[in-house]
């Protein structure tokens, strides 16, 4: 059996400064960069260092920082592709509309009741979240359901706009 271990989300404020006194030794637009990056990460930990680590090499490698964060979530997406498209191979149709529907909405939060209309019976939504749980790809806080991954989710987008 497999344990996740969700790790909570640091406040923007705490990480803003962090990320914007580090990315001040090799740009001037710390302060964008590194509010470009919690944009997409909300503060979780281990997507924000991916994504730092990221935006910090294409920096270093280029001295055009222009877009550089969206660069850096497109490599991003581009080297997890196939573990995506391996773990959307084992989602049934309901997951895929309920993770759709979820990776579409600009907060990405949904209750199995508020959302029963758009994705099926709450009984439905609620066992698809739960299994979407059991896969670490959903987590449950105290406003209800949200993806984990910021660029899964991104990777839903783009895949679903081809």
């Known amino acids: 059996m497999e344990f996740f271990f969700h790790l909570k989300k640091i406040e923007k404020k705490h990480f803003e400064k962090y990320l914007s006194e580090k990315f001040a030794d090799i740009t001037d637009e710390a302060d964008k960069i590194a509010n470009d990056i919690l944009d997409i990460t909300e503060g979780?930990?281990?997507?924000?260092?991916?994504?730092?680590?990221?935006?910090?090499?294409?920096?270093?490698?280029?001295?055009?920082?222009?877009?550089?964060?969206?660069?850096?979530?497109?490599?991003?997406?581009y080297l997890h592709d196939h573990d995506y498209e391996?773990?959307?191979?084992?989602?049934?149709?309901?997951?895929?509309?309920?993770?759709?529907?979820?990776?579409?909405?600009?907060?990405s939060?949904?209750?199995?009741?508020?959302?029963?209309?758009?994705?099926?019976?709450?009984?439905?939504?609620y066992s698809s979240l739960k299994r979407l749980m059991i896969t670490g790809c959903v987590i449950k806080t105290n406003n209800g359901y949200e993806l984990d991954d910021p660029f899964f989710k991104r990777w839903i987008i783009q895949r679903r706009n081809m």
Request: charged share 20%; aromatic share 10%.
């Open 44 to 77: 979780h930990p281990y997507y924000t260092q991916q994504l730092a680590y990221y935006t910090w090499n294409l920096i270093d490698e280029n001295s055009e920082n222009q877009n550089i964060v969206i660069k850096a979530v497109d490599e991003i997406i």
């Open 109 to 125: 939060k949904i209750s199995p009741l508020s959302h029963q209309a758009d994705i099926g019976p709450a009984s439905t939504v």
């Open 86 to 107: 391996r773990l959307w191979a084992t989602f049934n149709q309901t997951d895929k509309q309920t993770i759709t529907f979820m990776a579409l909405r600009n907060d």
